[in-house]
């Protein structure tokens, strides 16, 4: 049992250098005594942990605080910008990336337009991506966090699978860390969504919740216990390749009929695409093959016919395949990410009544299905946390 | 964050007292040098603890082990009888209870024949197992471990739904509790079989395990990083209740076309019943009304083509549930135990087939589908286990 490994001295001083990492980072400023009190380590413990940090310059001395009778205390903080980092998000149809500080703060933003490639030229523009966004700060940097669609191998980073970028078995975290000799940190985009939502969703945190991240792929990430649950393989919440229909459509991942084919971004579009052509009581029979996201999005506004049938079928789909995970796991909380979200609360309370109607009504009673509150940069934002968390023991937080 | 929690003294010395309390478990007689060995602890320290070891009884001095040079050291082991466990299995045609020590040996085990109560007399059966296993010994009780169908409300032992038992919110832990004025655990028996199956399965142990339960209803038990994960609402593991078929037949959770009404062994003997009445070439339709799980296992491994249909039909549904929870959790080992496992690798194979076809082939292609390697015992026992390791942090083992 893990909780049973050998509490040595070591274990025990690493474990209490991150407790007082942590508690500096989680106040703005901070006396020495204050640590001692909410750790309940000793005043000798915290003045040497504090002094190994200040070594390292992720703290910092920063003037006296207010006297409580005798001396006025020195204050400490975490210096925000000790190391930044770096986090990409390799989904869509550009990768994004940003240079943070440890507070999360946005220094430099930068993009790659994909405009379809793949391959070996995919790499190319995450490499130009990164080049950027190391260049773009002489500070420290702490390493590069990167979120991609696909199934990772995220112990040595290798990405196994990812269909849209048609990579298999790429290294790209050996690549990565060779070329700026700094650690890496490869995650899946929806594993990194979620954690990233985890952190900057409103308090209190759950215990648990599941990020469902659905745009032009579909994906969870699940965080049990405050931590992200990556699986054996780590591919937990690869909950898009289920089969949900008996041979259906044909799936980038080779199957037939998997949740994607139904419930995607790109499914929706696809279907509006091919249904228009044969429709023309519909404002989207005008030009079908110019049918994109936008064109689906304004027609189930404006409750055409045509849209309203293909989402709302999207919406029960995925509502079924949630309803299955509800009842496996348990968790109260599923929020919901990507651009499927422009369809709004119509498409919402499909999903909601869905995992209602199909999972145990003790359990589904309890659940509580929403839009997530993080913005366009969560996968970014995720996987530079990812990165964070594994160097530091910290949780990237504002 | 849960690792981020005060390292406080008191924390230290209770982790360290499990800790040595585990390795003289683990071992059949061990030196309190050994011990400072084994964990890394001060010969000190190792003493102060060992001491209030055998001072509550736990562990006791058993003579000179051999001299490596000085002294002959003292060998110390875990008295097994110095607390017993009561584990009870409220599961199927009868409740079934076992007294066993320290070490799951068994020293009592007792039965009382459900014979189709429910309600307020299956609770006096209950109590009326309990009486007997509690007067079975004058051993000291460390107390009762209870593992029920349905949903539990762990924390006070509250069951809030079990359908074969026609229980609502019925406060068994508590009643329990005051009756013998002695800890208890009330778990959901499939997740109490998990444990077992975790607990008493070949090492080595892998870190992730989801034990599947088919018998009247389907349950799964799910083990994570070495845990039992229970959920937000203690239901984890509820797939009996998702619906596989729309609109299908009525379920005992007032759902419809559940995962139960289709592929347990009730839907099973249900289904051949059915078919049965209009099928006269199967060896079933000779008294169709006395159609019973033996008949249907039988008529199956004869190869009996009716038969064949409906349990493949079912390994078919069961097997596609399973696809979605290995998508969704990514846990390689899959164990079935329950009654079902009476159809053998005929049944296996087909399940096996599904889960490979159903889900993402790179998560799937992992995945091992076995049947469990524990007994008839596994809840009963899995229920003295949660209770242990509540109590002592020990994970009962033999």
Redesign the interface.
Known sequence: ????E????QQ?RA??S??VL?TVYDRSTVSRSDIAR????TRTSVSDLVAELIGSGLVEEVGRGPSTGGKAPILLQVAPRAREVIGVDLDGEAFTGLRVDLRGRVLHAAERSLAGADGRHALGLVLDLLDELTRSSPAPLLGNGIGTPG?IEATTGTV??AANLDWADLPLGRLVAERYETPVNVGNDSQAAALAEYTFGAAPR???LVVVKIGQGIG?G?I????L???????????G???VVEAGEPCR???LGCLETVASMRAIVGRARHLAQHHSGSALAVDPASIDEARVVAAFDERDQLATMVVEDAARQLG??L???V??????QIRIVGSITRFGDRWLEIVRREVR???????AG?TVVTFGRSGEEIVALGAAALLMTREL?L?LAR
Request: charged share 20%; hydrophobic share 35%; net charge positive.
């Open positions: 049992m893990r909780t049973l050998k509490a040595t001295h025990t474990y209490n991150q407790l942590r909410a750790t309940g380590l199934v196994r699978w759950p215990d648990n969870a699940i049990l216990g405050g931590r649950y990556q699986g054996d393989g780590f591919g937990a919440g690869e909950i390749h289920t089969t991942c080779g199957g079924r395949a309803a299955a995970l009842g496996t796991l348990n968790v109260r109607e199909h999972a145990l009504s003790l359990i309890d023991g949780s």
